[in-house]
């Protein structure tokens, strides 16, 4: 027997995915007017060209193919310049060196560059990753260095920065956390981010976190990517990381990277580009307020 619903009754299970109205006002439409902003940018120190922006994240989050798809969503097409590794159940990170990449809109480099650091992983000791990833955050570590999972940079290794100018630093922290498994999250990998997050925050370094495979993580959202503010269990995995990690709902982002695409998508290249905005402008605003630190 089929199930009937009133005229502008939906179905209970619809009812609990999709609220009546969106809790985070976004206009899908600005996809030109970003690019066009993030092209115009300038930093606001003289003496720093570009942000630096370290992208961190549990193994398999998406770190890597964020900082492509953010590529993509400039270049107009699909790109793989950070390497992402394709396998199914794969345990430790693909990413094993420090890499700086720029990112490029038409023949224009950009003033920010995205930092891909090695994923964290529950198993390997706190201190060494840790440590690493604050390292990198300060510009104590120079692009190349391959990180070692039994213990952290030493300040006598020909990769050790001792005295990092500011076109070395960091300014923001990005977190990259999938949206489907976060409930799911080790709390040993927790524990990694709250060290950091406690560590880097006595210097002023936000952190904000990108949550992917948010598609995956609600039918509602697979279907079609603009109800993602009208999702109710996407943002409850919002509140959940934001509780979790101790990072402010404006500092959280959902997105979806490009994974099986082979052409790019405005509706994923929009909400891209105004996390890279947001992000941006609150690693800028450090950038600022550098000299009082």
Known sequence: ???????????????????????????????????QKLKNFSTSHEDVKDIKILVAGQIGAGKSSFINSVDSAFQGRITSRALVNAADGYSHSFTRMLKGLSIRCGKKTLPFIFKDIMGLEPEILAGSQTEDIINALYGHVKDGYKFNQEQALGHNDQHYISDPNLSD???????????????????????????IRQRISENGIPQVIVMTKVDEACPLVKNDLRKIYKSKKIKEKMEFCSAKVGVPMSHIFPVKNYHEEIDTNDDIDVMILKAIEQIVHIANDRLEDSESF
């Open 1 to 35: 027997m089929g199930l009937f619903f009133a005229k502008d009754e939906k179905p209970m299970q619809q009812q609990q995915k999709e609220l009546d109205t969106p809790w985070r006002n976004f206009s899908w439409g600005q996809k030109e007017a970003l690019q």
């Open 169 to 195: 630093q960091c300014f923001c922290l990005v977190y990259v956390i999938a949206a489907d498994t976060v409930q799911f999250t080790d709390d040993r990998l927790i524990d990694k981010l709250r060290i």
